[in-house]
C-alpha cells in the first residue's frame, strides 16, 4: 500500500474516536501539517471527513452511506458456504445455515453429511422453532420483550419427551444460550438426531444467523457431537469475522475448500 494511501486510511480510525483539529490529525500521522490538510482536503472532496464550523473535522455522511449500502448487500450463504464445506469435510456430519425472518427460522444453506443417512432439512423450509438449536440462538439474540412475546404466542409441539413443553421452559432455554453463547438440540426434534450451533454475528455483535452441525446417534452419540462444539464455534466465528469485516478474506483459503 502506497505511503499516502495508508495515512489517509489511518485519519480516518482517528476521527472515529471524535472530532479532530488538523494539528491532532499531524500529530497522530507523524507528519507536518501541511501532509495532514492535504489529505483531509482529498477525503473531505469525496465525502470521507467534513470539516465543522469549529474547524475541526469527523467522519463524513458519505463513509456512513457507503458502510450501509456495504451492509445491505453483504450476503452471509456466500460467505459461509466455503467455510460450511470446509467443516463437513473436517467432520464429515450435515451442516446448516439459517436465518430468522419475519417469525420464521429458516434454512438458507446445507452441506450433505458423507453417510447414506440424509437429513430430513431442506433450504427454503423453516425449521422447528421451540427446538431447533439455531433457532434458539437466533431468538436469544432478540431483546427480552420481543422474546417474552415471542414465546407466548408460539406452539409448543412434543415432538418427543425431550421437546420444549412451554413459554417458561423455552424462555429459559433462551436465557441459558445467551449466557453461554451455544445451542444444541439433543433429540428434542427427532429422538434419534443431535445438533450443536454456534452463532454468526454481524460489525455490532448481533447475531445474523446461525450455522449447525446435525448427525443421527447411530453415527455419533450426543457427547460425541458436542466435543465437536469448539470446531463449529472457530466456524462460526470466521465467518463471523469475514461477514463483519474484523478479519481478511484469504482467498487462497476458499480456493482450497
Known amino acids: 500500500m502506497s505511503q499516502t494511501v495508508d495515512r489517509a486510511l489511518s485519519i480516518l480510525p ?4 471524535g472530532p479532530a483539529g488538523l494539528g491532532q490529525v499531524a ?6 501539517k501541511s501532509t495532514a490538510l492535504r489529505l483531509l482536503r482529498t477525503l473531505h472532496e469525496h465525502g470521507l471527513v467534513y470539516r465543522q464550523s469549529d474547524q475541526r473535522y469527523r467522519l463524513g455522511a458519505r463513509l456512513f452511506a457507503l458502510a ?3 451492509m445491505e448487500n453483504l450476503d452471509v450463504r456466500e460467505i459461509a458456504h466455503p467455510h460450511l464445506v470446509r467443516l463437513n469435510e473436517q467432520c464429515g456430519h450435515t451442516v446448516h445455515l439459517a436465518v430468522h425472518e419475519e417469525d420464521e427460522v429458516l434454512y438458507i444453506d446445507k452441506v450433505e ?10 433450504i427454503g423450509r423453516p425449521v422447528a422453532v421451540t427446538v431447533a438449536a439455531v433457532a434458539k440462538l437466533l431468538l436469544a439474540d432478540l431483546p427480552e420483550h420481543e422474546r417474552r412475546a415471542l414465546a407466548e404466542k408460539l406452539d409448543y409441539p ?6 420444549t413443553p412451554g413459554p ?3 424462555l429459559r432455554e433462551l436465557e441459558k444460550v445467551r449466557e453461554q453463547g451455544w445451542a444444541a438440540d439433543l433429540g428434542g426434534h427427532e429422538e434419534s438426531v443431535n445438533c450443536v450451533a454456534a452463532p454468526v454475528r454481524g460489525a455490532d455483535g448481533r447475531v445474523v444467523a446461525a450455522m449447525s452441525v446435525s448427525a443421527p446417534s447411530v453415527v455419533v452419540t450426543a457427547d460425541e457431537l458436542l466435543a465437536l462444539l469448539p470446531l463449529v464455534r472457530r466456524t462460526a ?3 463471523s469475522g469475514e461477514y463483519s469485516g474484523r478479519t481478511p478474506v484469504h482467498h487462497a483459503d476458499k480456493d482450497t475448500a
Request: hydrophobic share 40%; net charge positive; proline share 3%.
Open 113 to 122: 453429511s458423507r453417510y447414506p443417512v440424509r437429513m430430513y432439512s431442506r
Open 168 to 170: 417458561a421452559a423455552f
Open 14 to 17: 482517528l476521527l472515529a474516536e
Open 237 to 239: 466465528d470466521a465467518i
Open 27 to 32: 500529530d497522530r500521522l507523524g507528519v507536518h
Open 158 to 163: 412434543m415432538y418427543t419427551s425431550r421437546s
Open 68 to 70: 450501509q449500502e456495504a
